[in-house]
């Protein structure tokens, strides 16, 4: 499971945790190019989930 989780986080220069968000490869058509693009970007984990990640990530 570790490798799944490791290829589905980007780590930053600076350490932040960075993913995709699910389901948006789906129904674009009718989304607005500006809608389309903003589904493309990458969301930071934040909180308790970004050092749970960390932690789960430096016991490789």
Avoid: C, P
């Amino acid at each position: 499971m570790r490798k799944a989780v490791l290829k589905r986080i980007k780590i930053t220069k600076t350490g932040k945790l960075l993913y995709r968000k699910s389901g948006q490869n789906h129904f674009n058509a009718k989304a607005s190019r500006r809608v389309q693009l903003r589904k493309k970007t990458m969301t930071r984990v934040g909180g308790r989930g970004e050092r749970k990640l960390k932690v789960y990530m430096n016991q490789l």
